[in-house]
């Protein structure tokens, strides 16, 4: 299906500050042995930031990026992305 007159204005992220694996190791968070054989050096923790909060955030940012009015927004759409086994996983491709 094709829809004329639909553009994307503006982009946003928020991606949480990330945690050292090796902190993660020490706290008992992590594995060592996965944490050796995975090659991550951290991960983006949010902590008390609950995922509704991280939307508002890159929404905002997607908003400022764009050089449009609220008022002249139609819709803001909101998408995520997570790794598994150092692979982009997405509803799309789940495999």
Known sequence: MMTGGVFVAGLGTYIPESFPAERAVELGLYSR????ASGWTG????GDLSAPDMAVRAANQA???SGHRPSEVGLIEKKSL????KKLVTKYNKN
Do not use: N
């Open 43 to 46: 991960a983006a923790v949010a």
């Open 63 to 65: 908003l400022a990026r």
């Open 33 to 36: 042995d996965e944490y050796e």
């Open 82 to 85: 997570k790794v598994k086994d």
